[in-house]
């Protein structure tokens, strides 16, 4: 989906998309963590795949340098997905290594995941996630 500059951004700030997330999925890097892990579930919901593998670490498990079937893998996701919010829980702050802990309702069902992020180069990525009940 091509998003519209002045919808409300999916990531639940209750910003307009153009003044939200936009901003980084446009290039600009998000100064912590949990900026970074809404950024990514906007990306998520407007289809952009490419922001995702920008922002995925290195070392996490679905890393690959085959990009192709990556971004069609996130696409095929994004597509078949509605993504109805986010709700963040916890938010754990660090120099170089951050968590956030959230709730994203999917039509598939909630997914619950302690995500961590680490930074390097002075930029935030995601770094992997443990699956979660706690609410």
């Known amino acids: 989906m091509k998003p519209s500059p002045n919808m409300l951004c ?5 910003n307009k998309y153009k003044k939200c997330c936009s901003k980084y999925h ?3 890097f998000a100064p912590d963590a949990l900026s970074l892990m809404r950024s990514r579930y906007s990306a998520y919901a407007v289809g952009n795949s490419s922001y995702i593998i920008k922002t995925t670490h290195p070392d996490n498990p679905d890393y690959t340098t085959d990009i192709k079937n990556w971004e069609d893998s ?10 109805l919010g986010l709700e963040i829980i916890d938010f754990i702050d660090g ?3 951050a968590f956030v802990t959230f709730n994203a309702r999917l039509s ?3 997914l619950k995941e302690k ?8 930029r935030w990525f995601y770094a992997d996630g443990t699956f ?4």
């Open 10 to 14: 999916p990531c639940g700030s209750g």
């Open 26 to 28: 446009k290039g600009a």
């Open 74 to 83: 996130i696409l095929s996701f994004s597509k078949q997905t509605n993504f």
């Open 95 to 97: 120099e170089e290594e």
């Open 108 to 110: 598939s069902g909630d």
């Open 115 to 122: 995500s961590r992020f680490l930074k390097l180069f002075g």
């Open 132 to 135: 979660t009940d706690a609410v």
